[in-house]
């Protein structure tokens, strides 16, 4: 059987696993069931794709996420492997086609959708040899998850029709008690589990306050301008606001799209297309964007809106910097969002976990300690340190004596009867001429200004601190009225003193005021050829219809940038170049390399022959060597021949079969003089199997 290291290398040209792949595989092929838990971009997918090519017959992955099974199948055959997806969003004559094509044995990996695969199940288990079932997104089984989806809790059956056939369920978002669940709600027998590290410390963090809508816009365009080259999202809350902000972007002459549940699928795909080719800078959209696309170069995301839970938070900020290079995630945080997602909640079929969900993600927005330090805990992993990449981190927050303030906003808020908002308190605070504060004569309060030496947001923040401290709370029930609490009272006449944190204003770096849409900026030779190699993969990518990244993932390219391979054998080390990706774009990369580097398109004479050992050896078979190197596979085999004259081992068992050894060897001894005419006319052997007969047989009598 050959090892999961030569088939990762062989089909996706990684030469090591990452943490816990191997394991994984190891238990899957020897029979167990797993339960995979790591972070977006963590690797599961190869999880199951290589034990599937190890194992016979066909593997089975079910996935909610129809819209990108089409997409991960693309992929999956762009690396030379059979695959296909059966689902309701296709024509049902290709299901049933990808069905017999299963039955026949043709296809290594089916992609299903769980109502399909239940309704199936008993044509599926009677007709197809499965060896593996691989149900992604497990978490949706749990009620106790952020996203249950009750067609999961059906996959139980997964286990009792398909038996002796290891089961693996894998999610990137599991708090400790979806966890539990998923191995028990489908059954897992004694699972093997691998919880990965969910650190992504290549992601900087940070909230910020409301910074308001044209900063907003400035800090959203500054990070298109940065990253000019990649692109980034932006997740908003409705799709009203998602409109609004592609609209904003577009505006400001940025290539923007829009995604969300409203659009027709043919427009969602385009969205998404657009973004995946890198046509588009930036995709606003709703947290419908997004699940499972494999492109590496997302820089940035930026929350506009709180997210209803870390477990989103964390899948959606997690979609950046999949290639481990520095990646930034913003989330703006205002009051209103907070209240917004409240009513959610109170609409939602289960109210207390998700508020307290939501409770817990408020928290982390309001936190002033290691923000990474409050995501891992969350996910019950331990880390002792700072993790210095995050906002809190890199400013620790200062305290003051807030006692003053708070008495200037509890009093305004005991003056108005706690009959208003958060705002209307600010506006009477600031000294606000607004019609409605004069018509309810609040302009003549004895807190009428009293707070002007502070602007809005620093306001907005400090009376935020205050209902965290407990001073006031809000009438959730009462439009949002601000109420003093027995605390906020003794504060306010002095009995208590309170701390604040000092407010933080934004720092906006780099963004001007004006903006130019597209930077002219002086690019390093590295950034040239990288842009050169973008070019040719969009090349490509364009004219075989297939997303850029089923060519080759920008971590590939930049490898390739940094390493220059001038030729096949150092350009097939590159991660990320399996052998049919090697056979079908090896050439024309290396060339554009060649061309920057100023060496000619043609490689030095007297590496072919090295270079045919080393193709060999990393597991190329004679015929594709030939394919790739444009020789005849009767050179191939010569070049083969000499090495094994030098003494080097070569497998000849993959240069001919023992048969045709045997004949050879025999025909030579019965015949010498006429054995060559004999084999070549009378068995019809080719000349340079011959040879590679002859030479093995030198080999073995040395
Ligand atoms: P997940 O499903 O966990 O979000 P993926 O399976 O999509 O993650 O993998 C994320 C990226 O990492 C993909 O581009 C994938 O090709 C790459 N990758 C996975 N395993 C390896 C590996 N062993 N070496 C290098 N890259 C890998
Ligand atoms: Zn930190």
Not at 19 to 41: F, R, W, Y
Request: hydrophobic content about 35%; glycine content about 6%.
């Amino acid at each position: 059987m050959t090892s999961p290291q030569a088939i990762l290398k062989k089909y996706f040209g990684y030469s090591s696993f990452r943490n816990g792949q191997e394991e994984i595989i190891n238990a899957t092929i020897s029979g167990k069931d797993t339960l995979v838990l790591m972070p977006t971009g963590g690797g599961k997918s190869i999880c199951y794709q290589v034990p599937a090519l190890l194992l016979p017959g066909c593997s089975i992955v079910v996935s909610p996420l129809i819209a990108l099974m089409n997409d991960q199948v693309l992929a999956l055959k762009a690396n030379g492997i059979p695959a296909v997806a059966i689902h309701s969003n296709q024509d049902e004559y290709i299901n049933q086609d990808n069905l017999y094509k299963s039955s026949k044995g043709e296809i290594k990996l089916i992609y299903i959708s769980p109502e399909r695969l239940i309704s199936d199940i008993d044509l599926i288990a009677s007709k197809i040899k499965v060896s593996l079932v691989a149900i992604d997104e497990a978490h949706c089984i749990s009620q106790w998850g952020h996203d249950f989806r009750p067609v999961y809790t059906s996959l139980r059956c997964v286990k009792e029709k398909f038996c002796n056939v290891p089961v693996m369920a894998l999610t990137a978002t599991a708090d400790r008690l979806t966890r539990n669940d998923i191995a028990i709600a489908l059954g897992l027998d004694n699972p093997y589990c691998w919880t990965g590290s969910f650190d992504r410390p290549n992601i900087s963090l940070r909230v910020m306050n409301d910074p308001g809508k044209k900063q907003r816009l400035k800090i959203i365009a500054g990070l298109i301008n940065k990253y000019h080259l990649d692109s980034g999202i932006v997740y908003c809350l409705s799709r009203k606001k998602t409109e609004a902000m592609h609209e904003a972007l577009s505006d400001m002459g940025y290539r923007s799209v829009c995604y969300h549940a409203g659009l027709s699928p043919q427009q969602r795909e385009e969205a998404q297309k657009a973004f995946v080719n890198g046509d588009a800078q930036v995709v606003c959209a709703t947290i419908a964007f997004g699940m499972g696309i494999d492109k590496s170069n997302i820089r940035w995301v930026v929350h506009n809106n709180i997210p209803g839970n870390i477990e989103s938070y964390y899948q959606e900020i997690g979609r950046a910097g999949r290639d481990g290079l520095p990646a930034e995630a913003i989330m703006f945080y205002n009051f209103g969002d907070i209240l917004m997602r409240r009513s959610f909640v109170e609409a939602s079929g289960q109210k207390e976990i998700n508020s307290e969900k939501l409770d817990f993600m408020q928290k982390f927005a309001e936190a002033t300690v290691c923000r990474r330090r409050i995501l891992l805990s969350y996910f019950s992993e331990e880390i002792t340190h700072d993790c210095g990449n995050c906002d809190n981190c890199r400013n620790p927050r200062k305290k003051f004596d807030g006692t003053i303030t708070a008495q200037k906003a509890l009093s305004a808020v005991i003056r108005v009867n706690s009959g208003e908002s958060m705002n209307t308190i600010v506006d009477i605070l600031r000294a606000s001429t607004r019609a409605d504060i004069i018509s309810k004569g609040y302009h003549q309060l004895k807190t009428y200004g009293a707070g002007r030496d502070l602007t809005p947001l620093e306001w907005n923040s400090y009376i935020l601190q205050m209902i965290q401290l407990g001073l006031f709370e809000v009438a959730y029930e009462d439009n949002f009225h601000l109420r003093p609490t027995p605390y906020g009272m003794r504060v306010v006449k002095g009995l208590e003193r309170i701390q604040l944190s000092t407010f933080e204003k934004p720092v906006f770096g780099a963004i001007n005021k004006k903006r130019e849409p597209e930077p002219v900026v002086s690019l390093s030779p590295d950034e040239q050829l990288m842009e050169i190699l973008k070019k040719l993969r969009k090349k490509i990518s364009d004219s075989q219809n297939i997303a850029a990244y089923m060519v080759f993932s920008d971590a590939t390219l930049k490898e390739m940038v940094e390493k220059r391979p001038v030729d096949i054998e150092s350009f097939s080390r590159i991660s990320g170049v399996g052998e049919v990706k090697l056979t079908k774009y090896g050439k024309d990369f290396i060339a554009e390399i060649r061309k920057f580097e100023g060496l000619k398109r043609s490689m030095p004479a007297g590496t072919s022959q090295k270079e045919t050992l080393i193709l060999f050896n990393s597991g190329m078979n004679p015929e594709k060597i030939s394919e790739l190197k444009n020789v005849t596979v009767s050179t191939v085999y010569s070049h083969l021949v000499q090495w094994a004259d030098e003494g080097k081992m070569i497998e000849f068992r993959r240069l001919l079969t023992e048969e045709e050894y045997n004949l050879v060897v025999k025909t030579f001894e019965k015949d010498p003089e006429n054995a060559f005419r004999i084999l070549a006319d009378g068995h019809h052997i080719p000349s340079y199997i011959i040879r590679a007969a002859q030479a093995e047989q030198r080999f073995r009598t040395k």
